[in-house]
């Protein structure tokens, strides 16, 4: 495991990068870059410049790059113009998350941004639902890890029901930390319903809080405080989602009943090393793949069966190869990690888009087609099956069929930021320009938002 203090210290760190809003300022910055490189390419030779004046162009946007991101750290636009960034006081994030959760909802808290209007239904019969990060009110920064992981089981299991349309955690994770009334999170994520709760956890006792609100009306529609212990957590999370079920009124097929009641391990202990591997899955340094792969393991140590663990595994290591280290050895163990993930549980929507990845990076790709179909068959709602499915059409120059997934990508999760990139990267590869450009720009409005 890593060391607590650098954890936390690279924690904080990355923190104020998001707090100051540099990785939006680089984001921004490459976007707007390789537009006017491709707008010089394209206006400057037929005036007869000279032939480095688009070398020019690209070096000038180059050495700018490293100004614009300490540019970015400094200093914030903000209503009074350009403004010197101040620093996080000490303890500041801390104390909002604790203000946030102190209160019945997120709109009691005071709201940075002016409450969207009520939004009209969807016109399909599916509601629509986010599921936000639960806040960590144990007192300890090691414990997001466990309350980010409630979060997101609560997500899976809704995501199993064709009726709803769930919000990716990418997208609803996004306003982690952040104070933003429920009316303008639902307008964000172009949901109705939102799913916000905290978590406590000391030694094996857990408190678990969760309401569900309505956005037009931001009244409750459900809420409930769960006080038990760490191994009645599976019981929480199933109650919660049969809860949520009940209030939106959504009618269950005895195949969706048997796939809500599914837990893929009922041993707590290996639960809590899989959310720990998890939880260093969003990111792409190698560190962090292998701190994964090493918990990983050490839940299927306490739980041979637990199909979900080599899923996770197998994740890391394609991820492994495809970010750090593109060795045979890599693409074995994510082969055999996903083989085993499917032969414990055939109808694992992660399992079919792990094993999907593992065939993509061997270059089976005939095999990762029919595990990505089947993925996302059992689960139109994940976003990795269209994502890594695009990729993989992509490899093979299938650029609209790409061009496709990637779309259904970005609808499923609006907020990321790299379907959109590989979007744009098919559509130039089809020759059709406008269409690349709308997807940079595109790329640019997510960025604004987010």
């Known amino acids: 495991m890593s060391d607590p203090a650098t954890t936390s210290a690279l924690g904080a760190f990355f923190g104020e990068l998001r707090r100051r809003r540099v990785i939006r300022v680089a984001v921004v910055y490459v976007v707007v870059g390789w537009i006017i490189i491709e707008v010089a390419s394209t206006v400057l030779p037929p005036l007869n410049l000279p032939d480095w004046s688009v070398k020019l162009v690209i070096v000038l946007i180059g050495l700018g790059f ?176 049969h809860s949520i079920v009940k209030a939106l009124q959504v009618t269950l097929t005895p195949r969706e009943r048997r796939a809500m009641q599914f837990v893929a391990t009922s041993d707590p202990e290996a639960y809590d090393y899989y959310l720990r591997g998890r939880s ?88 990762a087609t029919l595990e990505f179909d089947a993925a996302i068959a059992l689960n139109p709602n994940l976003f990795e099956a269209y994502y890594y499915y695009g990729l993989a059409c992509s490899s093979q120059g299938d650029y609209g069929k790409a061009a496709q997934l990637y779309l259904k990508a970005m609808e499923v999760n609006p907020a990321d930021y790299q379907a959109p990139v590989f979007l744009a990267q098919a559509y130039a590869s089809l020759g059709r320009k406008q269409d690349e450009m709308k997807a940079r720009l595109g790329l640019l409005n997510t960025v604004e938002r987010h």
């Open 280 to 367: 260093y899955m969003y990111s792409m340094a190698r560190r962090d793949y292998e701190h994964a792969i090493r918990m990983f393991e050490q839940a299927i140590a306490v739980d041979s069966k637990y199909a979900l663990a080599y899923a996770g595994m197998a994740d890391a290591f394609s991820m492994l190869y495809r970010y750090a280290e593109a060795s045979a050895e890599n693409a074995a163990r994510a082969n055999r990690a996903s083989e085993q993930a499917l032969a414990l549980d055939a109808d694992s929507a992660e399992a079919h888009a792990s094993r999907g990845l593992a065939m993509f990076i061997s270059e089976r790709y005939n095999e």
């Open 66 to 241: 490293p100004i614009a991101v300490i540019m970015g750290w400094m200093f914030d636009l903000g209503p009074h113009g350009v403004e010197k960034t101040m620093p996080s006081p000490p303890g500041k994030d801390a104390d909002a998350n604790v203000a946030r959760t102190a209160a019945p909802s997120i709109a009691a808290t005071t709201a940075v941004e002016t409450p969207a209007p009520a939004m009209a239904k969807p016109e399909s019969d599916r509601r629509t639902i986010a599921v936000l990060t639960f806040v960590n009110m144990s007192g300890d920064a090691d414990n997001e890890y466990f309350s980010d992981g409630i979060s997101e089981e609560i997500l899976n299991l809704l995501s199993k029901l064709p009726q709803l349309k769930v919000a990716s955690r990418t997208s609803a994770f996004n306003f982690k930390g952040r104070q933003v009334s429920i009316p303008a999170v639902a307008h964000e994520l172009g949901v109705d319903i939102v799913l916000e709760g905290s978590v406590r956890r000391v030694g094996e006792h857990v408190r678990i809080t969760g309401q569900l609100i309505d956005a037009a009306s931001d009244s409750h529609l459900w809420s409930e405080t769960y006080d038990r212990e760490m191994k009645d957590v599976f019981a929480i999370q199933d109650d919660i989602a």
